[in-house]
RNA sequence: GCGUCGGUGGUAGAGUGGUCAAUUACAUCAGACUGUAAAUCUGACGCCUUCGGGCUACGGGGGUUCAAAUCCCUCCCGGCGCA
């Protein structure tokens, strides 16, 4: 993998850039589609090259429970195996830690409100998940049955599945929990870390592979920069940046974070996907974003439009015979109508997740390319402005 | 015509003297969703309310009872059986 920089904006961390890697470019900043079990939900591959996706990221955890490693491996990999051949990437099972585990059934999320109480982080009763300074032990959501990962294992399972670009395996904490844990929390992840690329260096002799480190920290500046700087220092290929956000975290930490990281590597920030946190994330200098909102959104009737967001399952839109959006271009806009939509949600007809799901990636992939365009000519900022006010209006 | 079973909220269908404005599901109306435990989840769902409560409701009417969706009488409607 190689990447460089072609344009950096004055006055902003923004860049805008190209990925290469084995199976393709990626122009950044650029929006990485998620297929998490080796298929975009609700999407064929065909249907994913035709909205311009340029990355496709499947997830270490599931692939490793459903088929398993192996079965994946024997097919190539998961790119072949889905019938994507651009440039894959893979989540290390890390979030999983965090999402089955400290966050297992509450209201914590990727991003959290401001006021979310700091909470006592002893009890894990009836999580799925448990950390341990030798790995994360996971109960199968599927079957119960329980399993070990460790940085050793997720390279393991990431050199079978054998995507592009890999991430180590890290710890995702809660924004609930005590900065002491927090804390705690960074060094062993910085000890994962180091363990991730010790491995992987035994794996991947030929360096096909690119291998990111995560950095943490909370919403702590001195946790985020001690982050930074000690994950920026080891010889990955590349940067995620993790942890679950407050809306104004995602300006504010990953700026502290991307001024501290090697400005040549490539910087990923995990799991963020909403327009003004995306436009956020490329002023504070990501080149790369993935998320499962658009589809997930979709699938759930929501769909985005210039003038924010609509639910599409709203008794209004059944006779409702315009475009979803008029001047859209995406499959969806150009051969149906808002009434179809709503008539498909309301009947239960899987191409309503199909059609939702195309038009919400078609939105947001859009959306990430134009980011990169007025990085290129200079016009970024008002292009943000212009956006966000007429989005996030009302 | 006789006998018999049944008529409950938008629908299906519980309830069979008080804890019933009435279980549940679906439908309906909204909302949430950010490295996918997610084709998921949450709330509302008779009318009015100063949120204490009030009012009208379980086919219609009448009755028994302190109290009826629940018991009795009668009428109407439907299914089934026999003529």
């Not at 032990?137 to 119960?144: L, P, V």
């Not at 327009?275 to 699938?299: H, K, N, S, W, Y």
Request: glycine share 8%; proline share 3%; with cysteine.
């Amino acid at each position: 993998m190689k990447f460089k920089i072609e344009k950096k904006l004055d006055g902003t961390l923004a860049r805008a850039g190209e990925i290469q890697t084995k199976n393709g470019v990626i122009k950044t900043p650029a929006f990485v589609t998620v297929g998490t079990k080796a298929t975009v939900k609700a999407l064929t591959a065909e249907q994913i090259r035709s909205l311009g996706a340029q990355v496709v990221l499947a997830n270490t955890y599931h692939l490793y429970l459903q088929p398993g490693t192996e079965i994946v491996k024997k097919a190539g990999g998961f790119g072949p195996f889905m019938d994507w051949s651009g440039p894959t990437m893979t989540d290390s099972g890390g979030f999983q830690a965090f999402s089955l585990g400290a966050a297992f059934g509450t209201a914590v999320s990727k991003v959290a409100s401001a006021d979310t109480p700091v909470e006592d982080i002893s009890t894990t009763a009836g999580q799925l998940a448990n950390v341990t300074d030798e790995g994360v032990t996971f109960k199968s959501h599927i079957d119960g049955s329980m399993h070990l990962f460790t940085p050793e294992s997720s390279m393991k399972a990431q050199w079978d599945i054998g995507a592009d670009m890999i991430f180590a395996f890290d710890e995702c904490t809660s924004p609930t929990a005590p900065y002491e844990y927090q804390k705690k929390s960074l060094s062993r992840t910085y000890e994962w870390a180091k363990r991730c690329i010790n491995s992987h260096e035994k794996l991947d002799k030929k360096k096909e592979q690119a291998l990111f480190g995560v950095v943490q920290g909370g919403r702590h500046q001195d946790l985020r920069e001690e982050a930074a700087r000690s994950i920026g220092s080891l010889e990955f290929d590349g940067f995620g940046i993790g942890g679950s956000f407050t809306k104004d975290d995602i300006a504010t930490a990953v700026t502290w974070v991307n001024k501290i990281l090697p400005e040549e590597k490539p910087r990923h920030l995990l799991g963020i996907g909403e327009p003004r946190d995306l436009f956020d994330g490329v002023e504070a200098g990501c080149d790369l974003f993935d998320c499962i909102a658009p589809t997930r959104m979709g699938r759930h009737g929501t769909l985005h439009t210039k003038d924010g967001r609509l639910n599409i399952r709203n008794s209004v839109f059944t006779t409702d015979f315009n475009r979803i959006e008029e001047d859209c271009t995406c499959y969806t806009c150009t051969h149906h109508t808002r009434a179809y939509l709503a008539h498909l949600f309301r009947a239960d007809e899987m191409t309503a997740a199909t059609l939702a799901s195309m038009h919400n990636l078609h939105f947001i992939l859009r959306l990430v390319e134009k980011m990169r365009e007025t990085i290129l000519n200079g016009t970024f900022l008002d292009f943000k402005q212009s956006f966000c006010e007429r989005y996030y209006k009302k």
